[in-house]
Structure formats: structure tokens, C-alpha cells
């Protein structure tokens, strides 16, 4: 009697432990630098991975995005976060994360020397107006840009429906992030290479059991966070929203304590007390 043949999950590319998992592998390198360039139109060729959940000592925690691209030869750091279900808690969550990343690359001694900050966030929803978007700071009265970070924000749902046409690799690659089945990636990627090699892997991780169950738990915990947010919303329970929004700083309270934010910036940036943030240390 032959073996059953084993079922074969989508693995979709929105998720953040399917785009770590593809980013850290050397032959997908050139397909992830294509998109960067494209936003940034910088060559991230040069740029080594730090990983900063690395050393958690826990393999789901690992696979949730949080990439970090340094070059020794340049004071640029390149932060990527893909936001699968955006909401303001978690632009809010981001700039944060910008925020201590430019506190914690100053370098002590006698030379005091500061990064530059890129963060791209990777956004599953749809524009009105347009496909990607560059924030920095400004002083309202000399227009003068503070020139410390920026942030770019991609809306990936504004890419839906492109197909390779062979002139077109940047847009495509972004769309395959919108599809939900192995089909539609493969007639979005056409005949590309690259993309196709990106569908052959995602394929091969749909039935690889133990990716499986990081990916599964990364989906779960999302559709629980998104689905408190919405009954929040729905329900009219203001206080079930509330509570959503006190469990997330409460989150970021503990990665920048971790990190070795002061109590008291840690206070200033969440909103949370120094007794709240006394209890949690």
C-alpha cells in the first residue's frame, strides 16, 4: 500500500517567519536585494545580517522578524519589519523601535559617533493614494530635515495583480507577497528565475513539518491579537481596546528594558508608570 501523500500547506511570504527564514539563506539574497534597492536605492549586497533575536534560546521567537542589516564600512543600520496586520499600535511600535536603535549605535569615547537608521516596513494593506511612502523628521519653521533616520512604508496590497512582463522584476517581487496560493505565485513570477526559486523553496517549506509549527504559532498569535483589536472595535468595548494597547507597551517596556533603556525613558515612551515598569523588572 503506497504512503499517503503528505498535504501541503500555502506558506504565504507576508510572514514574518517565512521572510526571516528566506533572508538568511545566501541564494535568495539577490532577490531580497532587487526590493530593498527599490525602495531605498541602496545596494544592500555589502551588508551583513545581525540578528537580534538570535540568542533568545526560544526557535519561534527566532523566526519572528526583526532583521537588522549592518556594514561595518558605513554608519547605516537597515531595520525591516513586516507588519502582517498594521494598526496604529504598531507604526507606533516601529517608530519606537527606530528610536532606541539610533540611541543604542552611539558609540562611547572621545569621538561621539551616531548611525544612520533605515527602517522598511512591509505593510499588508492597500493605499489609497500610494505605494510606498518616506517619513523623516522636519522643523516646521526652516524646513530643515533632520537628517537621523527614515522610515519607508511599503502598502503591498497596491501590488496585487502584477504580472512579470519582463521588465517589470521590482513590482513583480512585491506582488508575490500579496498572493494565496502556489499558482498565483507562480503566474505572477512568469518565467523569472529568481522568483521562481523563491515559489520552490516556499513549496518545499509547505510540507516540512517543522517549520510548519513555527509558522502555524506565528499565524495563531496574530489572529488572536487581530481579532481582540476588531471585537474590541466591534463590540463597543473600549476597554477590551485599551486593554490590547496596555498589553503592546507593556511588550515594548520589556525589549527596551532588556535592551537597557533608562526606567525613566522607558516611562516617557510607552506612557506606562515607574512602579508599572518597577513590577515588570
Do not use: C
Request: charged letters at 35%; aromatic letters at 10%.
Amino acid at each position: 500500500m503506497k504512503d499517503k501523500k503528505k498535504e501541503k500547506r500555502f506558506i504565504s511570504l507576508l510572514s514574518d517567519t517565512t521572510f526571516k527564514h528566506l533572508f538568511k539563506k545566501e541564494e535568495y539574497k539577490e532577490f531580497f536585494n532587487v526590493i530593498v534597492k527599490s525602495i531605498i536605492d541602496m545596494d544592500i549586497s555589502n551588508f551583513e545580517l545581525y540578528d537580534a533575536e538570535l540568542n533568545s534560546g526560544n526557535e519561534k521567537r527566532d523566526y519572528r522578524l526583526d532583521l537588522l542589516l549592518v556594514n561595518s564600512d558605513i554608519d547605516i543600520i537597515i531595520s525591516i519589519e513586516m507588519n502582517q496586520f498594521p494598526s496604529e499600535v504598531t507604526k507606533f511600535k516601529n517608530r519606537l523601535y527606530v528610536y532606541t536603535l539610533l540611541a543604542k549605535s552611539l558609540n562611547s569615547g572621545e569621538d561621539v559617533k551616531k548611525k544612520y537608521i533605515i527602517q522598511i516596513n512591509f505593510n499588508k494593506e492597500k493605499h489609497p493614494y500610494v505605494s510606498k511612502a518616506s517619513y523623516s523628521v522636519m522643523d516646521l519653521d526652516t524646513h530643515k530635515e533632520i537628517k537621523d533616520f527614515k522610515i519607508h512604508e511599503v502598502y503591498l496590497e497596491n501590488y496585487k495583480g502584477i504580472r512579470y512582463n519582463g521588465d517589470n522584476k521590482e513590482e513583480m517581487y512585491l506582488s508575490l507577497f500579496t498572493a494565496t496560493s502556489y499558482e498565483e505565485l507562480r503566474e505572477i513570477a512568469g518565467d523569472d528565475k529568481e522568483a521562481l526559486k523563491i515559489v520552490d523553496e516556499l513549496e518545499k517549506l509547505g510540507i516540512d513539518d517543522k517549520f510548519g509549527v513555527i509558522y502555524d504559532n506565528e499565524e495563531m498569535q496574530k489572529r488572536m491579537i487581530n481579532t481582540a483589536r476588531n471585537w474590541g472595535y466591534d463590540d463597543g468595548k473600549a476597554e477590551g481596546l485599551e486593554e490590547g494597547k496596555k498589553e503592546e507597551k507593556i511588550s515594548i517596556a520589556k525589549n527596551l528594558l532588556k535592551d537597557g533603556m533608562p526606567i525613566e525613558s522607558v516611562s516617557k515612551n510607552t506612557g506606562l508608570s515607574i512602579e508599572e515598569l518597577q513590577k515588570l523588572i
